[in-house]
């Protein structure tokens, strides 16, 4: 019973949106697409350029990972 009811408040949910969007103007749904490609950037492209992948690079297993986590937390 609550799977049912949990599918039709997530289809409703997902049609008033996108009503909402088919009916937004145009400059509102150029500034929707401005806005996703920002987000877009700063967490896919940025994320790649600035924040490489540190444990994997400088520790071999996960034991000497989470050990080195640990002196981090710790200290």
Known sequence: MEEVVKKSVFKRVWN?????????SKWGKSLWI?????????FVIIKFL??????NRNFNSD??????VMEELTR
């Open 63 to 68: 034991e000497e990972r989470s050990r080195h």
């Open 50 to 55: 600035f924040m490489p992948n540190f444990l």
């Open 16 to 24: 008033f949106y996108w009503e909402g969007f088919r009916n937004m």
């Open 34 to 42: 401005i806005i996703l490609i920002k987000l877009f950037i700063f």
